[in-house]
């Protein structure tokens, strides 16, 4: 069964923008805060922004004013809007649970934002 599923990454040039959503089981989703991470090559997962089931909202300062995240209890679902993108955004996109126990990763979708 799975847990997480990542969808809407993509190519776009720089200062564009992509919409990225994350279905979550709901035994994941609804008691926990969620958080979008990225890896880009050769560097750490790191958490970029999280919403608590209150929608309680944290960015990163490297996205912050450019990346908005949101989430619908009703579909447990986990959005995150990305405009403004630069090169350094190019990552692989996942979700998870943040501030708590992870579940297992899944695929992620890549975001490539290259002229």
């Known amino acids: 069964q799975v847990q997480l599923a990542e969808s809407g990454g993509g190519l776009v040039q720089p200062g564009g923008s992509l919409r990225l959503s994350c279905a979550a089981s709901?035994?994941?989703?609804?008691?926990?805060?969620m958080g979008w991470y990225r890896q880009a090559p050769g560097k750490q997962r790191e958490l970029v922004a999280d919403i608590t089931t209150g929608g309680t909202r944290y960015y990163a300062n490297s996205v912050k004013g450019r990346f908005t995240i949101s989430r619908d209890n009703a579909k447990n679902t986990v959005d995150l809007q990305m405009n403004s993108l630069a090169p350094e955004d190019t990552a692989v996109y996942y979700c998870?649970?943040?501030?708590?126990?992870?579940?297992?990763w899944g695929q992620g979708t890549q975001v490539t934002v290259s002229p």
């Open positions: 998870n649970v943040a501030r708590g126990i992870l579940s297992p």
């Open positions: 709901r035994s994941i989703f609804s008691i926990n805060t």
